[in-house]
């Protein structure tokens, strides 16, 4: 009989198989079924502090099946052109996020601002020639204009808008959900200069059996047909025509980068980054939901009722995914940072909430058993994030994670774990978490 050969798993796949085994199989620690929280045996204190280099004052809050920070956020970024700091989730078509410590501006460079394509961007792009037509059934005058067409017609606006793919998160669902395995860095918040879309489209007319607008843009499919179109969805027109609705040519006063839509693109801030179609080249007003491709069936929908997790559902019981939820992230300090017992942490970051304001923040460095409030900044305007900060201090040495917490001006908070499983991964919404070591 030959010699066994050693299987190497990553921690990432071994939680994704069986949580809980996986922490039988790695520390020995068994769940309260209870309380969901983790018993670590005495061998498994031993082996989890020995992994983490300290001792773990709360581990008797750590909740089960939970990848400690420290090596669930252990990546390094590749670097792409114009983009540094960002992560290849995939090159075909191009998909990138920012690590979580890039995103600590209050407003998100450019060159941090995450990639999500569908398909391949289009060539030799001239934006003198560039032209987009208004269209569709329930126009009353279809148009076409070049972009200095629609700078000079139109009034310009900026704003701030925060853009998260409906996926951000998708890689802590368990079981799996295909697509990118985004963690926590498909989002971001930087300044957008374009036209209001409702001014275009009253300009152009809009029927009164008008009830959707979709878009339509120039990338081509990754199969290479020119017949096939890579994506076309769209939001109800009560969303198409808010002030923060844009035409925008424009980031952070500077033209759009190319994967992010040069020389033009739709902005529908709160909502999943998959209605701000880049490239756009169409805008078509429907009497109907619209219909187009990963418009409907699984694409961009949740379960309209709650699903056990990996149970099956029929397409017909899918709702479009409108406002995202509320959401908040750790940009400082970066995780994995050592401290000082009696020194002082500062700890700030970004927080969201869809088409709603964020009215509280709150951090936790015991898993959650305790929070403490946190400072909270007034969005810029509607549909930006909101900064927030606070001060922890830590009882004694070892290792702790920072966990950050949301709250909607509507009442609704993060959930600790991963909510709402789904069958595409949409809408993690799961508290934040970084790793500190104190010595």
């Not at 009215?359 to 909270?376: N, P, Q, R, Y």
Request: aromatic share 10%.
């Amino acid at each position: 009989m030959g010699k066994k050969k050693n299987i190497e798993v990553g921690i990432h796949e071994l939680y994704k198989e069986d949580p809980e085994k996986a922490d039988w199989q790695l520390w020995g620690r068994v769940a309260n079924p209870l309380t969901r929280r983790g018993f670590l045996k005495k061998s498994g204190i031993v082996a989890m502090t020995a992994y983490l280099g300290t001792n773990i004052p709360f581990a008797d809050l750590m909740p089960s099946g939970l990848i400690p920070a420290q090596l669930a956020y252990a990546s390094e970024p590749f670097t792409i052109p114009g983009k540094e700091g960002l992560k290849i989730l995939n090159d075909r078509p191009l998909n990138a996020e920012a690590l979580p410590h890039f995103l600590d501006d209050e407003i998100t460079p450019t060159s941090r601002l995450f990639i999500r394509n569908n398909g391949i961007p289009p060539e030799n792009v001239d934006p003198e020639k560039w032209t987009l037509s208004i269209g569709g059934e329930s126009i009353i005058k279809p148009m076409t204009f070049t972009i200095n067409e629609l700078k000079k017609k139109f009034k310009h606006f900026t704003y701030q808008i925060q853009l998260e793919c409906g996926g951000n998160g998708r890689s802590e669902f368990n079981p799996p959900a295909k697509g990118n395995q985004w963690t926590v860095g498909a989002v971001g918040c930087p300044e957008w200069t374009g036209v209001r879309l409702k001014d275009v489209l009253k300009h152009c007319g809009i029927k009164e059996d008008a009830v959707y607008i979709a878009y339509y843009g120039a990338d081509k499919h990754i199969s290479g047909d020119p017949d096939k179109v890579v994506i076309s969805r769209g939001v109800p027109l009560s969303k198409a025509m808010e002030d923060e609705s844009l035409i925008a040519w424009a980031i952070n006063g500077e033209d759009l980068p190319l994967q992010n839509g040069y020389p033009l693109r739709l902005i529908t801030g709160g909502w999943p980054g998959s209605t701000c179609g880049k490239w756009l080249k169409d805008i078509v007003v429907r009497n109907k939901v619209h219909d187009g491709p990963k418009m409907t069936g699984y694409s961009y929908r949740t379960p309209c009722y709650p699903l056990a997790p990996g149970e099956s559902i029929e397409k017909k019981d899918m709702c479009i995914i409108e406002s995202m939820p509320v959401k908040s992230l750790i940009t400082y300090p970066k995780s994995g940072i050592k401290m000082q017992l009696g020194e002082k942490m500062l700890v700030r970051g970004q927080a969201w909430a869809g088409d709603l304001e964020v009215s509280a923040m709150h951090v936790s460095i015991d898993f959650g058993a305790t929070w403490a409030k946190c400072e909270l900044k007034k969005p810029a305007n509607r549909l930006a994030w909101q900064r927030w900060t606070a001060e922890v201090s830590f009882p004694k040495k070892g290792y702790y994670e920072v966990w950050a917490r949301a709250t909607d001006q509507a009442g609704t908070m993060q959930p600790m774990v991963v909510p709402g499983w789904n069958p595409k991964g949409y809408l993690n919404n799961a508290c934040h978490r970084i790793a500190v070591r104190v010595v």
